[in-house]
């Protein structure tokens, strides 16, 4: 059975009260806990899931890592090694570590406008802890790197809003511009697509298909300084991104 994802309509939620709707035994060990809605975001895309507690009467247990699950819409709330599950039809508190959340957030609309700065398709990408990285198909490196960490922070400066919106598939299919990344196509299907738009103007500073979580507006982020640039194959290019 899915789950209402509430962070799409507000990435600040911290906590939640929900029901349990089902409780899954992991292979190898461990249990997930399905909720009836959840401010915890499932692993995909780059991003990593959410890590939090689910408090319930009686008991407790630490989300230790969010996934989705095997049906669509689910989202598994994996509990800590040894940590007993809440009763399914039970009430509980589901709260997510809001500062690893919000540096994940800061990161992923960074890495948001690194695409924006280097105008190339994207091959891949990854949301750390106060590091990120983008993969670019580009054959040469970038021969300014420090004018490019400057507009990049100039536009993070600048504060630019940022806001989400639903398209339908036929929409996105008509629009293939509107997708960076080579190597993984958004989600479609079920017929919308959430685009993140960064930027108030038209054309806006950024506008893509994106399911993660993202700060308001882009001042939020702070500096950032760019990092190593890897050569990943013939035409291929890491760059990673440091939140100050």
């Known amino acids: 059975m899915p789950s209402q994802l509430l962070f799409l309509a507000d990435a600040y939620a911290k906590q939640c009260d929900a029901a349990v709707i089902g409780v899954r035994a992991q292979e190898g060990g461990g249990v997930g806990v399905l909720l009836d809605q959840t401010v915890f975001y499932a692993e995909g895309g780059g991003q990593p899931g959410d890590v939090g507690r689910i408090v319930w009467e009686g008991g407790a247990a630490d989300v230790a890592r969010t996934v989705k699950g095997a049906d669509a819409g689910e989202v598994l709330h994996l509990l ?90 036929a929409e996105l299919e008509a629009n293939p511009g509107l997708v960076k990344t080579m190597a993984v196509k958004p989600p479609m299907g079920q017929g919308r697509v959430r685009l993140v738009r960064i930027g108030a103007g038209d054309p806006p500073v950024d506008l893509q298909p994106c399911g993660g979580t993202h700060v308001a507006a882009t001042g939020e982020i702070g500096a950032v300084r760019l990092g190593k640039v890897e050569k990943k194959g013939k035409s291929n290019r890491r760059v990673s991104l440091i939140l100050g």
């Open 80 to 169: 800590a090694d040894g940590a007993e599950a809440p009763p399914v039809g039970g009430n509980v508190s589901a709260e997510i570590d809001w500062e690893t959340r919000f540096a994940r957030m800061r990161m992923h609309t960074a890495l948001h406008l690194l695409s924006v700065v280097i105008p190339l398709p994207v091959t891949g990408g990854q949301i750390g802890d106060g590091k990120g990285r983008l993969d670019f198909d580009m054959p040469e490196a970038p021969s300014d790197k420090t004018a490019l960490e400057a507009r990049l922070n100039a536009l993070i400066a600048e504060n630019h809003p940022v806001t989400s919106e639903w398209i339908s598939d």
